[in-house]
């Protein structure tokens, strides 16, 4: 069965600092991955994808993420936390049908 | 550029009541539209998805409903509203069908409907 885990549900960096938000798939073919960002009561926001080009993709806001085939990870990365970067985080992979699987999210808390 | 509106932004019904919430993308011909379910704490649950006018498919059997009356919107509703039926309402799109990569696309959303049931 596909499916995506994002191995930490809460992560507290301080300002400044570097960010990393874990996730893993699984899946018989070859997804799409993406990151969102929420923040509170708004809509999904997409950070940046991965659909099989460059494994390591830049998004917005100073995000990265780098996709490891044979890690089966899609972490997300920054080098330096902001204050406007708490928010919840959810890792998105495509099925290759109308159905896209979500991680269960990691809420990003920084630190003054 | 497209853009995906939801109205209303917030709602408070009494248990019993109706709903109707209503989506709609600009800037884009044939997407394919979704709703989704978000509970506190909880991730994403999908609760719909249509591939073009009247065409429907239902993910998870409950007292909501969804309808497609034109290419660029798409309305959930419920006859009588449960107290688990609170939640944080999402409407999305993408564009899959027409790019011809199935499934492969990103989601675009909506800023979301807050239903608090009582």
């Known amino acids: 069965a596909q499916s995506v885990t994002q191995l930490d549900s809460h992560v507290s960096v301080s300002e400044g600092t570097p960010v990393l938000l874990r996730c893993n798939y699984s899946?018989?073919?070859?997804?799409?991955l993406f990151w969102y960002v929420q923040h509170p009561n708004k809509g999904l926001q997409l950070l940046l994808k991965?659909?099989?080009?460059?494994?390591l993709v830049k998004g917005i806001n100073g995000f990265e993420a780098e996709f490891k085939k044979s890690e089966t990870s899609f972490h997300l990365t920054k080098p330096s936390a902001h204050m406007s970067d708490a928010a919840e985080y959810f890792c998105?992979?495509?099925?290759?049908?109308?159905?896209?699987?979500f991680g269960t999210g990691t809420r990003l808390k920084v630190l003054a | 550029s497209q853009t995906i509106h939801q109205w209303p932004a917030t709602l408070v019904q009494p248990v019993g009541s109706p709903l109707s919430l209503e989506c709609t993308v600009e800037g884009t011909s044939n997407p394919n539209l979704y709703w989704y379910r978000q509970a506190a704490g909880r991730g994403l649950q999908l609760l719909f998805y249509?591939?073009?006018?009247?065409?429907i498919s239902s993910e998870v059997p409950q007292n909501l409903s969804a309808s497609r009356p034109q290419d660029r919107q798409f309305i959930l509703s419920s006859k009588k509203l449960l107290l688990s039926d609170s939640g944080f309402y999402l409407c999305a799109w993408d564009r899959s069908r027409t790019s011809g990569r199935a499934g492969r696309d990103e989601q675009f959303f909506g800023p979301g409907t807050r239903l608090t049931v009582l």
């Open positions: 899946s018989s073919y070859s997804p799409s």
């Open positions: 249509s591939v073009g006018i009247g065409q």
């Open positions: 991965y659909t099989s080009a460059a494994t």
């Open positions: 998105v992979a495509t099925s290759g049908t109308y159905k896209y699987i």
